[in-house]
């Protein structure tokens, strides 16, 4: 298990209290929830659902520490309209800047708002859209959380928030983080940033990769590299491809693996350039920093000429390309923490996407 609890489960000691909020029950308090009347009566599915409107925000959560949010379930309609345009955004501590500020389709571990089923270690989608997010989220006195829908189109909202209070949380925890990017085009020969700059102590989880090819040859080249506590000229972790980074190899395959895969595949062909959503996570070998860290991929791709017979034959075959990249990085970090770098707005991240396969419209 990629996290597992403090205690044993037959452990009855922990002094910890369960609560949840929805709709149902707003505030998580306890003996509150279930209190709405529908036309079968009281306590009898009153309060399921909401709709949200262009341009409306729902505060989802805020709760007094100290606590644990150990899981969000969430559904909608399947429309790329919401899952790219929708945000998630979470307030730690009482700052007024988000920690997690992603589209809501990438902060449930997939790319380009469209995924068949799936699971990580991090995420669970189910086939009609039940998504479910497993990473622990601590915090000390305050954690507030809001969704805004900043589409073009009305969502129905589904869902749960699952924590506990009185969890014995040191000042220094790591708060989650979620940073979400979209370069369309990137740059050639400027490496795409997983992770911009962090000073501090950060323990970098995974990320979720969008990757959509502007060039039909092969583009999965690139190497990932963590940049650690001062790393300048060279970093210190370097990888060998984009496709060895997520665990894969010669193209992306459609599996979807504990932690490391692709959840969905434009293309049947692993060889064929399409739209990719893979994603990495770095539990059982963690990337951590005690100064800074930094997290980039290449964009490199392979143009083979067909008589390669030596090393030297293959690197003469490489070259930078631009393709269309997005992210979302999750990492954990104490709080206080810097503001993150500006998100692109609903219309960059909606444009240019793929289309999704029928089984997942």
């Known amino acids: 298990m990629p996290f597992t609890s403090e205690r044993p489960p037959y452990d009855l000691n922990t002094n910890l209290k369960s609560r949840s909020i929805s709709f149902e029950n707003p505030t998580g308090a306890p003996g509150a929830g279930g209190r709405a009347a529908s036309p079968l009566g009281a306590g ?10 262009p341009g409306e925000s729902v505060e989802l959560a805020d709760i007094a ?11 909608t309609h399947a429309k790329q309209e919401i899952l790219r345009g929708c945000v998630i955004r979470a307030y730690w501590e009482g ?11 990438d902060f449930f571990g997939f790319a ?4 068949p089923a799936f699971q990580s270690c991090a995420h669970s989608v189910g086939g009609a859209l039940g998504m479910n997010i497993w990473l622990p989220m601590p915090f000390v006195r305050r954690a507030r959380l809001v969704l805004t829908n900043e589409g073009p189109v009305r969502m129905p909202l589904f869902y749960q928030i699952d924590y506990t209070a009185g969890d014995a949380h040191r000042e220094d925890v790591g708060r989650l983080h979620v940073l979400f990017r979209r370069e369309n085009p990137t740059t050639p020969g400027a490496d795409f940033e997983l992770l911009p700059r962090r000073e501090g102590r950060i323990r970098f989880l995974g990320t979720v990769i969008g990757v959509r090819p ?30 060895d980074y997520v ?19 434009e293309h049947d062909d692993p060889t064929t350039t399409g739209a990719v959503s893979i994603y990495r996570w770095h ?19 392979h143009s083979p000429r067909g008589n390669a017979q030596t090393i030297d034959d293959y690197l003469s075959e490489l070259y930078e390309r631009s393709d269309d990249w ?13 503001p993150l770098p500006p998100m692109p707005d609903a219309a960059a991240r909606l444009r240019d996407l793929p289309a999704p396969p029928e089984k997942v419209k």
């Not at 700052?95 to 389709?105: F, K, N, R, T, Y």
């Open 65 to 75: 520490g100290p606590g644990t949010i150990r899981h969000i379930w969430l559904t």
């Open 95 to 105: 700052q007024s800047h988000p920690a997690i500020e992603a589209p809501l389709g």
């Open 283 to 301: 539990l059982p070998d963690p990337v951590v920093a005690e100064r800074s860290l930094r997290v980039t991929i290449q964009q490199i791709g």
């Open 247 to 265: 665990g894969l190899s010669w193209g992306i395959q459609a599996n979807a693996f504990l932690y490391h895969g692709a959840n969905w595949r």
């Open 44 to 53: 009898r599915k009153g309060s399921a659902v909401r709709l949200v409107y």
């Open 112 to 115: 380009h708002g469209c995924t």
């Open 214 to 243: 502007l060039d039909p040859r092969w583009w999965g080249e690139g190497e990932m590299k963590a940049w650690i506590d001062g790393d300048e000229a060279h970093a210190t972790i370097v990888g060998t491809g984009t496709e």
């Open 326 to 338: 997005s992210c979302a990085s999750f990492w954990y970090e104490a709080a206080p923490s810097a």
